[in-house]
């Protein structure tokens, strides 16, 4: 017995296990998180069907290296430089929606809160009780309607198209915007925490070949932002009278008030206190309710 447990040790002497420190863990948990993000993101992208197209071109470059097909070899050495260039032009719009993405990520509101709960609302529930009436009205009359709830990426480029308001958001305002044969009916209202800023937008349509064919020029316009952006879309059908929501380059079609109304609470960016979760005290907090305790 002792014979084989020495033969496995001098077997695995070869064996070389690495001293792993803190740093080490810390690169491994970044560099997980790295590139679980950076798949998710091709997957859900049109980057998906490149990487497909990449790995069968790296399977026919790999059969040429075996086979010894020089003239292959060359070529794909000389326009593999020239496609990493056309991929960065093709996929723009990818690439900056995942940059501001990334950017809109409050990393560090999570941990440190240093703001009350009133001053964290983007937008007041008057607010949404209003687009909610406005868009239940708005499907009961079948009138089209296009309105964009501007989240933490700025749609200035898109406002600019349209025409400025910069009033406070009512349901008889909006209801009058969307009526038919009016100046400021056709295009999109953009909505900015508690004021229309402008109605009749322009917005980008989407180039998604998946999409429905019964989807006309607003929806798509819907989706064409909410893929540039993480605004909210709220559609109105002028043909149907349904309502449709747009989010993060997806619609769902056929919604009801319930979902509006939560899919608007998800962006309000309400913060709830909780001593027990937050690693740092609000210190306003902390100071107000100490002086009450002194009284």
């Not at 695995?12 to 798949?39: N, R, S």
């Not at 997957?43 to 086979?67: E, M, P, Q």
Request: proline share 2%; net charge positive.
């Amino acid at each position: 017995m002792n014979t084989f447990f020495n033969a496995v040790k001098d077997y695995l002497d070869w064996i070389v296990f690495p001293k792993i420190g803190i740093t080490d863990v810390l690169e491994i948990f970044i560099l997980a998180y790295l590139v679980y993000h950076i798949i998710v993101w091709v997957r859900n992208t049109r980057a998906w069907v490149l990487f497909k197209g990449l790995v069968i071109i790296l399977g026919f470059a790999l059969v040429a290296a075996i086979l010894q097909l020089n003239v292959v070899l060359w070529i794909f050495s000389k326009t593999i430089s020239v496609g990493i260039i056309a991929i960065f032009v093709v996929f723009q719009p990818e690439l900056r929606r995942a940059l501001e993405q990334l950017g809109s990520k409050n990393i560090m509101s999570s941990i440190f809160v240093f703001d009350d709960q009133e001053k964290n609302d983007r937008f007041s529930k008057d607010t949404i009780s209003e687009i909610v009436s406005a868009t239940l009205d708005l499907a009961k009359s079948s009138m089209g309607a296009l309105i964009v709830v501007e989240h933490e990426v700025k749609l200035a480029e898109y406002e600019s198209t349209g025409i400025k308001l910069d009033s406070n958001i009512s349901s008889q305002l909006l209801i009058n915007i969307f009526e038919k044969n009016t100046p400021l009916h056709d295009g999109a209202v953009i909505i900015r925490g508690n004021r229309i800023v402008a109605a009749t937008c322009y917005l980008p349509l989407s180039d998604n070949k998946y999409l429905s064919k019964d989807m006309g020029t607003r929806h798509r316009a819907a989706i064409g932002i909410t893929e540039v952006s993480d605004a909210v879309v709220i559609v109105v059908s002028e043909e149907t009278g349904k309502i449709s929501i747009a989010h993060d380059g997806k619609i769902t079609r056929n919604v009801d008030s319930d979902r509006i109304r939560k899919e608007l609470l998800a962006i309000q960016k309400i913060v709830a206190v909780d001593p027990r979760k937050n690693k740092i005290k609000n210190l306003k907090g902390w100071r107000k309710n100490e002086k009450k305790t002194d009284k």
